[in-house]
Antibody, heavy 126, light 108 residues
Framework: EVQLVESGGGLVTPGRSLRLSCIGSGFTFGDYAMSWFRQAPGKGLEWISFIRSKAHTGTTEYAASVKGRFTISRDDSKSIAYLQMNSLKAEDTAVYFC?????????????????WGQGTRVTVSS | ETVMTQSPATLSVSPGERATLSCRASQSVTNNLAWYQHKAGQAPRLLIYGASTRATGIPARFSGSGSGTEFTLSISSLQSEDFAVYYCQQYNDWPPWTFGQGTKLEIK
């Protein structure tokens, strides 16, 4: 059974840092791209970060709202994806979800997201 | 960036009835459209990908249709566990992957 479990959330003051972890099980972690999403209070889902599998370069993508402040990485030996969040702002307050990405290449490379974790809550407040 | 718009924001339907949710893209996403179900405190659940293909384990009462810019998620004979928020997401033009604002399906 595929499982994704996020951890590392909590209460942090503005300007500080936090690192989230997402551990995967039930699949060969290194074979898949991974992504992070978030849901701010009362809002919908927002994509924030993506990392390809090493077989497909291992490169990363970021939403404009977090680019330059957040860094996604992966340790395939531990089946973990990380999200390092620096210079946190009040508007980063949200539940953060990780997700496994499925790659399709029928008409160009596309990724959609088939399994998600339950999320970890991050609150940025003084 | 492709903007996704869902309607209605809230849909009230009685158990056993049919629900029809709509999603519109600001530009063509061909059939690179997914639908997710999300309940508070739970992981989002992939229902449909490729606009019309049910994901693993998704009951046949869920069906997706459409292509280009107009899409529909239909749920026939609503069960109690189907009341949730539903999101469409395009994965044609990325990054970013973009979602609609969601449709809350509530019990009438």
């Amino acid at each position: 059974e595929v499982q994704l479990v996020e951890s590392g959330g909590g209460l942090v003051t503005p300007g500080r840092s936090l690192r989230l972890s997402c551990i995967g099980s039930g699949f060969t972690f290194g074979d898949y791209a991974m992504s992070w999403f978030r849901q701010a209070p009362g809002k919908g889902l927002e994509w924030i970060s993506f990392i390809r599998s090493k077989a497909h370069t291992g490169t990363t993508e970021y939403a404009a709202s977090v680019k330059g402040r957040f860094t996604i990485s992966r340790d395939d030996s531990k089946s973990i994806a990380y999200l390092q969040m620096n210079s946190l702002k009040a508007e980063d307050t949200a539940v953060y979800f990780c997700s496994r990405a499925l790659r399709t290449a029928v008409a160009g490379v596309k990724y959609y997201f088939d399994y998600w974790g339950q999320g970890t809550r991050v609150t940025v407040s003084s | 960036e492709t903007v996704m718009t869902q309607s209605p924001a809230t849909l009230s339907v009685s158990p056993g009835e049919r629900a029809t949710l709509s999603c519109r893209a600001s530009q063509s996403v061909t059939n690179n459209l997914a639908w997710y179900q999300h309940k508070a405190g739970q992981a989002p659940r992939l229902l449909i990908y490729g606009a019309s293909t049910r994901a693993t384990g998704i009951p046949a009462r869920f069906s997706g249709s459409g292509s280009g810019t107009e899409f529909t998620l239909s749920i026939s004979s609503l069960q109690s566990e189907d009341f949730a928020v539903y999101y469409c997401q395009q994965y044609n033009d990325w990054p970013p992957w973009t979602f609609g604002q969601g449709t809350k399906l509530e019990i009438k």
